[in-house]
């Protein structure tokens, strides 16, 4: 078996330059991608995608299949309109040479939890884009979502520091705790 030859480059989205302090998949990966063609290169290699926790490591993911929230492009909510250009012009001035996850996690989340809440208000054709996507990940999205939202809940502790019920998947409590919970699941969601 004869295989064409190739040559690419090994860059994860984050290390992209981007105006919100970490690269992601927007307007700029898609300047990259317009870049690499023109290079005559074929492949991009990104390291995994998935949510990171503690150390923020691509290795280190809370899930196979999700993908890691600060790879929403905060320009293409805004383009979508569930942001407005003055949440998105507001920000801080970053760092062009580092990372601070620390004070990125926490802006890009509050913008999220904006951009979610005009989502439920106003995104009748996201929702059903949304919908379609949730109907067929759901054999992996809701426990992830859920597990996403207790975490949260649980103020990021490891899921082995849970109370009993949560830890050990208790369906009358834990069922309980969803309904009472199920906008925090649903934010979770709509960020995959």
């Known amino acids: 078996m004869k295989y064409q030859r190739s040559a690419g480059i090994l860059l994860h989205p984050t290390s992209l330059p981007g105006k919100f302090g970490i690269g992601d998949l927007g307007p700029d990966a898609f300047m990259f991608i317009d870049f ?19 150390g923020d490591s ?12 600060l790879l ?9 309109g ?6 998105i012009s507001n920000l801080p001035k970053f760092d062009p040479h580092k990372i601070d996850y620390g004070e990125i996690i926490k802006i890009k989340y509050k913008l999220f939890e904006k951009a979610f809440a005009n989502y439920i208000k106003d995104g009748k054709q996201l929702q059903n884009e949304c919908g379609s996507f949730c109907n067929g990940n ?8 859920t597990f996403m939202a207790l975490k949260d809940f649980h103020g990021g502790r490891a899921w082995s520091g849970w109370e009993k019920e949560f830890k050990f998947r208790d369906i009358s409590k834990l069922n309980s705790w969803k309904n009472e919970n199920s906008l925090k699941i649903d934010n979770n969601k709509f960020l995959q």
Do not use: E
Not at 36 to 54: H, I, M, N, R, Y
Not at 72 to 80: A, R, W, Y
Not at 82 to 87: G, V
């Open 138 to 145: 759901d054999y992996w999205l809701d426990d992830y979502a």
């Open 72 to 80: 929403i492009s905060l320009d293409l909510l805004n383009k979508d």
């Open 82 to 87: 569930l942001l407005n250009d003055h949440d």
């Open 58 to 69: 691509p290795y280190q993911c809370f899930s196979a299949f999700a993908g890691n929230p």
């Open 36 to 54: 690499l063609k023109a290079s005559g290169q074929s492949l991009w290699q990104v390291f995994p995608l998935g949510p990171t926790g503690f």
